[in-house]
């Protein structure tokens, strides 16, 4: 197995990590507006596109590195990088997509232990959020 397919597999942490994303970007109906194409769908129907690309340990689980994103947008192009720094600037400010590009290149490892901290934490986040606006996960 290659690197890349090992260290981007989906885990436990990355599918809540997911999940609390799509529904940090959902109106209180549950729909969320591609960051980088703006078209509009249920947060289930959403994916969750990462500036830096998973296999970024840096950034991997960085809030600011990931927003709501269609999937012909996260998936057939690629994650429209230059858009999504450009939403991220917009939305964080000028420069920050600068810094997560810079931190995303930082050497680390999410290790197993971590990945159990990480998907307990961003479960609550997300069913908290859901809670909010009155969503069902």
């Not at 197995?1 to 397919?5: A, I």
């Not at 600011?64 to 709501?68: G, K, L, S, W």
């Given at each position: 197995?290659?690197?890349?397919?090992k260290s981007?597999?989906i885990s436990?942490?990355?599918?809540?990590?997911?999940k609390?994303?799509r529904?940090?970007d959902a109106?209180?109906?549950?729909?969320?507006?591609c960051?980088?194409c703006?078209?509009a769908?249920?947060?289930?129907?959403?994916t969750c596109g990462?500036?830096q690309?998973?296999?970024?340990?840096?950034?991997?689980f960085?809030e600011?590195?990931?927003?709501?994103q269609?999937?012909a947008?996260n998936?057939y192009h690629?994650?429209?990088q230059?858009?999504?720094?450009?939403?991220?600037?917009?939305k964080?400010g000028?420069?920050?997509a600068?810094k997560?590009?810079?931190?995303a290149?930082?050497h680390?490892?999410?290790?197993?232990?971590d990945?159990?901290?990480?998907?307990?934490?961003?479960?609550?986040?997300?069913?908290?959020i859901?809670?909010?606006?009155?969503l069902?996960?």
């Open positions: 197995m290659s690197y890349f397919k981007c597999r436990p942490a990355d599918a809540w990590f997911s609390y994303i529904l940090r109106d209180g109906n549950g729909v969320c507006q960051c980088t703006w078209v769908f249920s947060w289930r129907d959403m990462h500036f690309k998973r296999h970024h340990a840096g950034t991997r960085n600011q590195n990931c927003a709501a269609c999937v947008c998936g690629d994650g429209e230059y858009k999504h720094g450009k939403y991220i600037d917009k964080y000028e420069g920050t600068d997560l590009q810079a931190l290149w930082a680390g490892v999410v290790h197993k232990h990945e159990k901290t990480l998907a307990a934490f961003y479960r609550a986040k997300a069913r908290e859901a809670k909010q606006k009155g069902f996960i």
